[in-house]
């Protein structure tokens, strides 16, 4: 059975930086890609950021480039995104994704496993 599972968020205010993290159980974690997604009161899931099974290549969303870093460790089974200079508009529900792929997917379509996500609140 495929789990993943965020922690990590919190309340912070703005320009203040946040570490998420997503542990992973029950895939091969050093063959699938991961994806990190949001989902603000009233709108729908978006990507925020993702990273190739190797960690060779990753994609952002323009909103969080030069401010959000994602990252994995293959040996710890664990996929994070290091997010810096927050903003009120990164406030959300965080959700971490997997695929089984080559690629580096951005739309969650493309992603088959999904965590129960983790809120972040960034105040004014």
């Known amino acids: 059975q495929v789990q993943l599972v965020e922690s990590g968020g919190g309340l912070v205010q703005a320009g203040d930086s946040l570490r998420l993290s997503c542990a992973a159980s029950g895939l091969g974690f050093n063959v699938v890609a991961m994806g990190w997604f949001r989902q603000a009161p009233g709108k729908e899931r978006g990507f925020v950021a993702s990273?190739?099974?190797?960690?060779?290549?990753?994609n952002y969303a323009d909103s969080v480039k030069g401010r959000f870093i994602i990252s994995r460790d293959n040996a710890k089974n664990t996929v994070y995104l290091q997010m810096n200079s927050l903003k009120p508009d990164d406030t959300g529900i965080y959700y971490c994704a997997a695929r089984f792929s080559a690629g580096v997917p951005t739309t969650p379509g493309e992603f088959a496993y999904w965590g129960q996500g983790t809120q972040v609140r960034v105040s004014s």
């Open positions: 990273i190739k099974y190797d960690g060779a290549s990753t």
